[in-house]
């Protein structure tokens, strides 16, 4: 089932990024908690502005890889809570994060807008 198209899973993309950076230090994480989602959210930033979207700054990433990197670090973000200990808050956003990015990833379209076909 593909619901979510490239240009609406961009903006996304974004959404997230800013969350993992800024919930984080309003939510007063510590230690690996708050540096782990901080370069979570940078990367995302890093690799989305990479990617061959509408919502890019240089299409050198394709979709289907970005896509991939995104499930990678959503297991990564549903991993660490338990591989590191997390307090109980800490470990529902890594949680509720993850497992969000899993589930848009596996209901994003994986055509771009330039190779759907009316």
């Not at 974004?14 to 309003?26: E, F």
Request: proline content about 3%; charged content about 10%.
């Amino acid at each position: 089932m593909t619901l979510i198209p490239s240009k609406y899973h961009g903006a996304l993309d974004y959404a997230v990024a800013a969350t993992l950076i800024v919930a984080p230090l309003a939510l007063n994480f510590e230690g690996l908690a708050k540096y782990l989602a901080i370069a979570g959210g940078l990367g995302l930033l890093a690799y989305s502005l990479l990617t061959d979207y509408s919502l890019s700054a240089r299409k050198i990433l394709s979709f289907k890889a970005h896509l991939v990197l995104d499930f990678i670090a959503a297991l990564g973000l549903v991993a660490a809570p338990f591989i590191f200990g997390f307090t109980s808050l800490e470990r529902a956003f890594y949680l509720l994060i993850g497992l969000s990015v899993v589930a848009v990833v596996l209901v994003t379209n994986t055509e771009t807008e330039d190779q759907v076909h009316v």
